[in-house]
């Protein structure tokens, strides 16, 4: 699940501060790390300075790999960047992607915050977004991990990589499912909230939550202290506000569809946590290849 992992840089210090969660996975798992920059095909002479700075990066992110099975690699890729990180993922068989969510245009013409996106909406294999902030937080990637899940089958997609990771890293995990209070139905006069009943709501509760426990006792089997939470609500403010409670540093959320975070379940739930939360962001899509 972690055998090979793609670390795109635009050089810029914020786009580094993937560093720390890259190398504490890659220790972990004796992962082959590549680090990747990418130049525009005219561009000769900003290509030799990409390439210095990638080797650059690659001897300090060394340093903190010693001792360790993990190994690394680098390469500079020409062509638009996103087109360009997707394409190597797929023919390099990479099994996730780490990014920064903010870039300054360092060494490299091009920014990694806008790239980001493009990439989230395409993306067909695990890819993790570090939230980048000044100064750098100091809290370990994954030491607490909320995974929201919706009673889908699809949705537990995460939970391999999750349980995966725990056997190995200490960790604390949450998975939390929001029972809606109600739903939007279209009337005469537009787009109106209908409450559900108590009675229902308390009876949905009681199934999420013995849903959730059968969760909890696979995640158990692991390093992880794992704890299970209902709530009821709006499903993207429950989970943003959970995460925000429980000082969460990771959310850890699956796609439902082939056309990746643009056909989620979750619908405009996953684009919410995506772009208001404080945390980083762990996309699993669906039909992540195998």
Not at 3 to 13: A, E, T
Not at 122 to 127: A, D, K, N, Y
């Amino acid at each position: 699940m972690y055998y090979r992992v793609l670390v795109p840089l635009d050089g810029s210090k914020l786009a580094e501060q993937v560093f720390p969660a890259v190398a504490e996975l890659a220790s972990a798992f004796g992962s082959e790390v590549v680090i990747a920059g990418v130049c525009e095909p005219e561009e000769k002479e900003e290509g030799q300075t990409c390439r210095l700075y990638i080797n650059d990066k690659a001897e300090q992110l060394e340093s903190s790999l010693a001792g360790s099975a993990a190994t690394l690699k680098t390469v500079v890729l020409f062509g638009k960047p996103a087109e360009q990180i997707l394409r190597y993922a797929e023919v390099e068989k990479v099994d996730l992607i780490i990014m920064s969510s903010h870039g300054r245009s360092g060494i490299m013409p091009w920014s990694l915050g806008s790239t980001v996106d493009k990439v989230f909406k395409r993306v067909g294999i695990p890819l993790i977004v570090v939230r980048a902030k000044e100064p750098p937080e100091e809290a370990r990637l994954f030491s607490r991990i909320e995974v929201p899940l919706d009673g889908s089958e699809k949705s537990t997609v995460v939970l391999p990589y999750i349980r995966e990771l725990a056997k190995v890293l200490p960790c604390e995990v949450f998975p939390v499912q929001v029972v809606e209070a109600g739903r939007h139905v279209r009337t005469i006069g537009g787009l109106d909230y209908v409450r559900f009943g108590e009675r229902d709501i308390s009876s949905t509760k009681a199934a999420v939550k013995k849903y959730l426990e059968g969760v909890c006792t696979d995640l158990a089997l692991t390093k992880a202290k794992v704890s299970c939470e209902v709530r009821v609500g709006d499903a993207a403010r429950e989970i943003l506000k959970f995460a925000d409670e429980k000082g969460c540093t990771l959310i850890a959320i699956s796609s439902h569809d082939h056309s990746g975070i643009e056909a989620w379940a979750m619908g405009s739930v996953t684009f919410k946590i995506v772009d208001v939360s404080k945390q980083s962001v762990w996309l699993v899509p669906s039909f992540v290849r195998k």
